[in-house]
């Protein structure tokens, strides 16, 4: 999981590296990807991701002037959908090369509202207590110190906030987990080479998701951050899931 396999290592895919190389890493990973990443989402979920963010953005129930903090937000996806139920909404990544993809959808869509700022999710910038909702869609796997991430979360949320989290996670659905194994070792790599001409950054990303903690496991890494009520709704067995808590 993308916890510390010793005290001073972390998981970089299927490897134990010091966390300041896997923060240099996955910033390489998602540099090379940015330009294709949109495309990639398409390719490898067939397009199911689409339908996995609304249905996360209806769970987060966004509302006309909410603040809220869309972590690892890159090219969009999320904020977008939010923004067009009236929140004021903060895209945050620690790649500027996402944003600006993300920035220039915002530009070709007309959609002048949102805030764009590059920051570290284990060390945000924001002072306490000034966001409504916290979110983040596939972007926790790959923070170096991720309880550092769910605490900074819980503490720039107003009280009676809420934390929305969207992540790959293990599919509990016999005989569909022995399929998207074969599917996600073999396959996406090579959809990474043929559609974004990166094999490696497609490799990396398959084996975060293998190693990221199971549903149970990162619910309680919520809770110890603070959170309450918290909650796991699997989507297809738990390929998929959408973790959420709230700071009373």
Not at 204 to 219: A, D, G, Q, T, W
């Amino acid at each position: 999981m993308n916890e510390k396999a010793s005290s001073d290592s972390v998981s970089f895919g299927y490897e134990d590296v010091a966390p300041e190389e896997k923060t240099r890493r996955v910033g390489a990973v998602f540099s090379n990807v940015a330009a294709k990443y949109d495309v990639m989402n398409d390719a490898m979920s067939g397009g199911m991701h689409r339908l996995w963010k609304d249905r996360f953005v209806r769970r987060v129930k966004p509302q006309p002037g909410e603040a809220i903090l869309d972590m690892a937000g890159g090219t969009g996806d999320i904020a977008f959908r939010m923004a067009a139920r009236g929140a004021e909404v903060t895209v945050a990544d620690i790649n500027q090369d996402m944003l600006d993809v993300g920035i220039e959808r915002a530009m070709e869509s007309g959609l002048a509202s949102l805030t764009w700022s590059c920051q570290n999710a284990e060390k945000l910038s924001y002072p306490s207590g000034i966001f409504d909702a916290y979110t983040i869609a596939f972007g926790i796997r790959n923070v170096t110190d991720i309880p550092a991430a769910l605490r900074e979360a819980h503490r720039v949320l107003k009280l009676g906030g809420r934390f929305f989290c969207l992540e790959f996670s293990t599919t509990e659905w016999p005989g569909f987990k022995e399929i998207y194994d074969v599917y996600s070792h073999r396959l996406v790599p090579k959809i990474g080479k043929a559609v974004a001409n990166d094999e490696d950054s497609y490799r990396y990303l398959i084996e975060s998701i293998r190693r990221f903690p199971k549903m149970p496991e990162f619910e309680a890494m919520i809770r110890d951050a603070g959170f309450v009520n918290t909650r796991v709704e699997p989507i297809m067995g738990g390929l998929v899931a959408i973790h959420s808590g709230w700071k009373v």
